[in-house]
């Protein structure tokens, strides 16, 4: 299969090996990655802001170049949701509506994509490390991805021990630019995210979204919390 | 800023690093938690009962003009006096115009939001005449001279032993931490307050359009004295509580109380149908009914949001929200706090005063997931964004964003941005926290990621 892979403009700047990961993993499967070079936001902060109307400006390239793929993966739960769910009512009643609603069909986030598209769980990695998970809100909630895809694709890695925590559903406070705009409420549910991470004493905090892993990594370094956090792809890609 | 931004900011602020009081909201609602989803387990399908709830209240709410008609003609078939009130201040016109009427000294109230959203008990003492809560936790509130902290719960923020400090202050009482002892104390103040006033006022949870009743949902029992001792009773309520069928309370009244208290149903469930008809021998001589718009109707007309008038005001999506989580309920500012208060309060109360509500929120869809009518009230908070943006723009925002649309449109440009962003980064240390630093919001208290040598970009060139 030809896949469409859209990289949001925070895994292409600050985690590159996210991407790369996911480009080995597909091709060892047999697909063909095909990567739009001239993409690289798909809107979100302007949209999360309000402003739809430099959102469009923004989202409007990405619909036109991903519309005519055959499969897009997208490596974060949060653009995923984006691009498959708010495009279309980002372009409700324009003329791009059919486009957003035909791309919708198409998109995958990545762990979504393996599980439930591809019909894979077991990449033969191998990753001799205890870890808990944190469910991206977007992947879990608004893609619908739900609890499972990831955790499948951990439950086949080799010597890894999963411990679930018991927040694992609950947002880690990113949310893009609340983030910066209420940085109090922000760095609060942060610190309740590390805290029950902490109780696991897994050696790192895996997700599928990298914007979450972000903050809470962010907020772990500043706190000088033992937390070490790394993507879903990372571990698969290891062998 | 808008002062309830500001408002808003400074408590947030305060209670975010109040660990005391994030260690008591999360215990709490973590017992919620564990007995809503063991309620929950007891329907056959508990998503296929939000989605039956979801198109009954979209009946009723899309058919307003009908049920609320046929609600009040059974209603007054039968003797009481059905009052409109399309403003807050309307409807404590009509209230306090009742009670001077009546020429009462004392009222007794049980819970009720509605009255809260148009200050009635304010309006009451003003004009004279005492009003006592009889639902313990706003009595407790009362005493506290303090805003419900919850749409459900509203005293969840105090501990036994403030609320024991309180009840030694204002009613003489022994200490005691004893959950029972502390109840028996505001039942024995609470019961002298019942046999002596001369007006009941209650709250609804549900108005029956075919039958032409009100049920009230409560676990203490004082809705049924407020209801049933005094001679005149009156109910206030909003106009999206009207459900068109009697059957309807089978699934809403456990849904109500699974959702909002992880019960399988509330201890007292009760439904008045009237003033006491010949060969009765209970229930209050004088039922008033007032229905309140307080621009409902507004929220009516907006296609995108209307759903948000299925509220049956549950307080479920408080509950599992990480904002109200860490904020607390008075923080908000509103009557209606949490998610659902975040969305309707900018109809209701103006959009520009209050935005920032629907700001304050990583949009992380657990009020909308959680939601027994399926509120799509996350989307709804971006909606409010894009609306109150679209009106008032910030010119620096709008600016930035349509700068950085300019950027990642062209590659090359985007391309040499993050070149800068590399080298800008090395001497970000040096202002790092500072007042120079255009990261600070986040740099306070996180650190940043840091650049990586060479971008996805780059290494898909190098690899081709």
């Not at chain 1, 499967?29 to 999360?48: M, R, S, V, W």
């Not at chain 1, 009512?89 to 035909?102: I, P, R, V």
């Not at chain 1, 086949?156 to 411990?163: A, H, K, M, N, T």
């Not at chain 1, 599928?208 to 706190?223: E, F, K, T, V, Y």
Request: glycine share 6%; hydrophobic share 40%; with cysteine.
């Amino acid at each position: 299969m030809k896949v469409t892979l859209f990289i949001p403009c925070f895994v292409d700047a600050c985690y590159p090996k996210v991407g790369l990961s996911i480009v080995q993993i597909l091709e060892r499967l047999g697909h063909t990655i095909d990567f739009p070079e001239e993409l690289a936001c798909c809107g979100q902060p302007a949209f999360n802001s309000g402003y739809w109307d430099e959102a469009r400006a923004v989202a409007l390239p990405v619909l036109n170049r991903l519309r005519d793929s055959e499969a897009v993966v997208i490596a974060s739960g949060s653009c995923g949701a984006m691009i498959k769910v708010f495009y279309k009512e980002l372009f409700e009643k324009t003329e791009h509506t059919q486009a957003a609603n035909e791309l919708s069909s198409k998109c995958y986030e990545f762990s979504d994509f393996l599980v439930n598209k591809l019909g894979v769980t077991d990449l033969g990695a191998r990753f001799p490390h205890k870890v808990t998970i944190h469910d991206g809100c977007h992947g879990l909630r608004e893609l619908g991805t739900g609890k499972e895809p990831p955790r499948k694709l951990l439950a086949s890695v080799r010597d890894l021990e999963l411990i679930e925590m018991s927040e694992a559903e609950t947002c880690c406070g990113f949310g893009g630019t609340f983030a910066a705009k209420f940085p109090m409420i922000s760095t609060a549910m942060g610190e309740v995210k590390c805290a029950s991470a902490l109780e696991t004493r897994a050696d790192y905090i895996v997700s599928n979204d990298s914007s979450c892993l972000m903050h809470i990594q962010g907020l772990a370094d500043r706190q000088g919390k033992p937390i070490r956090t790394i993507h879903l792809a990372e571990i698969l890609a290891e062998s | 800023m808008i002062p309830f931004f500001k408002e808003f900011k400074q408590q947030a602020t305060r209670l975010t690093h109040d660990l005391r009081h994030r260690g008591l909201i999360q215990t709490a609602l973590k017992k919620y938690e564990i007995s809503r989803d063991a309620k929950k387990s007891r329907f056959q399908s508990w998503e296929t009962a939000r989605q039956a709830a979801a198109e009954t209240k979209w009946e009723a709410i899309n058919h307003l003009d009908k049920y609320l008609v046929e609600f009040a003609q059974k209603l007054e078939a039968r003797g009481t006096h059905v009052h409109w009130a399309s403003t807050a201040e309307q409807a404590r016109d009509i209230i306090v115009k009742i009670v001077r009427d009546k020429k009462a000294r004392s009222i007794i109230k049980s819970k009720a939001m509605t009255a809260e959203e148009i200050h009635l008990n304010d309006a009451l003492e003003h004009a004279g005449f005492e009003v006592v809560e009889s639902d313990l936790g706003e009595y407790i509130v009362q005493l506290r001279h303090e805003a419900p902290y919850h749409i459900v719960f509203p005293a969840m923020h105090l501990t036994r032993g403030e609320i024991s400090a309180l009840f030694q202050r204002e009613l003489g009482s022994a200490p005691t931490d004893n959950p029972e002892e502390l109840t028996m104390i505001a039942r024995r103040a609470l019961r002298g307050k019942y046999i002596a006033a001369d007006i009941g006022i209650t709250g609804v949870n549900f108005a029956i359009a075919e039958t032409g009743m009100i049920s009230i949902t409560e676990n203490e029992g004082n809705a049924r004295l407020t209801a049933a001792l005094p001679k005149t009773m009156i109910s206030l309520l909003g106009i999206e509580k009207v459900l068109p069928r009697l059957e309807d309370l089978a699934l809403f009244l456990p849904m109500l109380a699974t959702a909002g208290a992880g019960q399988a149903l509330t201890g007292y469930n009760t439904m008045y149908g009237g003033p006491r008809q010949p060969g009765e021998c209970d229930g209050p001589e004088e039922f008033h009914v007032v229905l309140l718009d307080n621009k409902r109707t507004h929220l009516l007309a907006d296609a995108e949001q209307r759903d948000a008038l299925h509220c049956i005001r549950c307080g479920a999506c408080l509950n599992v929200c990480p904002i109200y989580k860490n904020v607390g309920g008075h923080t908000y500012g509103t009557t209606y706090q949490g998610p659902i208060g975040s969305v309707i309060t900018p109809h209701l109360r103006g959009l520009q005063d209050w935005k920032h509500l629907s700001s304050a929120s990583s949009l992380c869809g657990a009020c909308t997931e959680t939601c027994p009518v399926k509120i799509n009230l996350h989307h709804h908070l971006l909606q409010n964004r894009r609306n109150a943006m679209a009106e008032k723009p910030v010119w620096w925002e709008k600016l930035a964003f349509k700068g950085f649309a300019f950027v990642v449109n062209r590659p090359r440009l985007y391309d040499l941005g993050k070149k800068l962003a590399r080298i800008g980064q090395a001497f970000h240390p040096l202002i790092k926290g500072t007042a120079f630093d255009p990261a600070r919001s986040w740099t306070q208290t996180r650190e940043l990621p840091e650049l990586a040598p060479q971008s996805f970009h780059e290494l898909w060139k190098e690899r081709k």
